[in-house]
Structures are given as C-alpha cells and as structure tokens.
C-alpha cells in the first residue's frame, strides 16, 4: 500500500486525463443519427469517418448526382433524389465533428505552484487539449418519407448496400468532375 500513493500520483502528474471521446468508427456503421449527435434527428443513419478535407464529400455527390441546376446550394445536401435497384429513395447528408478532448494535469500543476508563490500563471492555453474527427452522417428515406435504415423497412439491407458503395467510390475517387463521363 505504501507504494500504491506515489505510484497514482506520478500517473496523475505525467498524463493527461481524457474526458470526451470521439468515436473510431470502422467500416459500416449504423445507429440512430440523434444518438451519434444531439443536434440530428431521430432516424437512422449510415455514419463514416471522413478521411478527406472539408467539403470533399459535397463535391463528390454534386458531381455524382447532378441535381438540379436551379437548386440553391444550401439546400444540396437535404432530401437528394436518388434510385438504387428501381427504388425511389432521397437522401440526406451532413458533416458532423466529434473531439476527444483532454484534462493536461503537468500544465495545471505548474501553474498551480506559480501561484501559490505569487507569481504569474503562462499555461492556461495548456490545461486542456482537443483533436476533432469529421464524419459523414447520411440519412435515406422512400418516397413516404420512411428510414429506409431501420432494420424493418422492406429495402434495409439494399439501403444499406447502397450507402455502403457510394462511400467506397467516394474514397476510390480522387477527381470528381470525372465522375460526369462515367455512364449510369
């Protein structure tokens, strides 16, 4: 017991402490979108860390889907029209950030004894630290307006081999004006 202390306080002094994490998402993953993040609906959503710069994923599909020339940019993302083995479905996107973010304790300790000793604190941009991952949020319904990834909706599966398909072309494709040549 008596090395128990010094060893949990040499731990405490050279580590940080995690408080938030982001998730390492590999593979498809599927989970209700308000669960992954509070701001989305209630659905369910095909979610993937996106690897590429900001944007890329918008790009992509405005070239793959060629929607409407009259459709105003903000609303690109909301309710795209797209078929898959003759089914009508429309899709919804969204790029979200999640941060795993840090409790940096030598930071804290030092400024800590600073101050005790009437001197000037210079850490406090250093008490805590925070790295964020971009994910790819997709939501697919039918026609009626029905989450297409709920595990009792008839097309589940084709959904989900859909979503899956478009992310491995998306990280397959490096130039997506080329995608206008491709033939459907």
């Known amino acids: ?14 580590g940080c402490i995690p408080y938030k994490f982001a998730p390492k998402i590999k593979g498809d993953h599927i989970e209700v979108a308000h669960k992954f993040h509070r701001k989305l609906s209630r659905e369910h959503a095909f979610i993937f860390e996106d690897t590429k710069d900001a944007g890329e994923f918008y ?3 405005y ?9 105003h940019p903000d609303d690109f993302p909301y309710n795209l029209p797209v078929n898959f083995n003759g089914q009508q479905a429309f899709l919804t ?3 979200v950030e999640r941060s795993t973010n840090t409790l940096n304790l030598i930071p804290l300790f030092i400024d800590g004894a600073l101050q005790a000793n009437d001197r000037e604190t210079f850490l406090e941009d250093l008490y805590t630290s925070r790295v964020g ?9 039918d026609a009626e307006v029905n989450d297409m990834l709920n595990p009792q909706h008839p097309f589940h599966e084709e959904a989900k081999a859909y979503l899956s398909a478009l992310k491995k072309e998306y990280f397959g494709t490096g130039h997506y004006p080329g995608l206008l040549m491709v033939k459907k």
């Open 1 to 14: 017991m008596k090395h128990f202390y010094p060893l949990i306080f040499v731990v405490l002094c050279t």
């Open 59 to 61: 790009d992509y599909l």
């Open 63 to 71: 070239y793959k889907l060629q929607p409407d020339p009259n459709l």
């Open 93 to 95: 996107f969204y790029e």
């Open 133 to 141: 991952r971009w994910y790819i949020v997709m939501i697919l319904r």
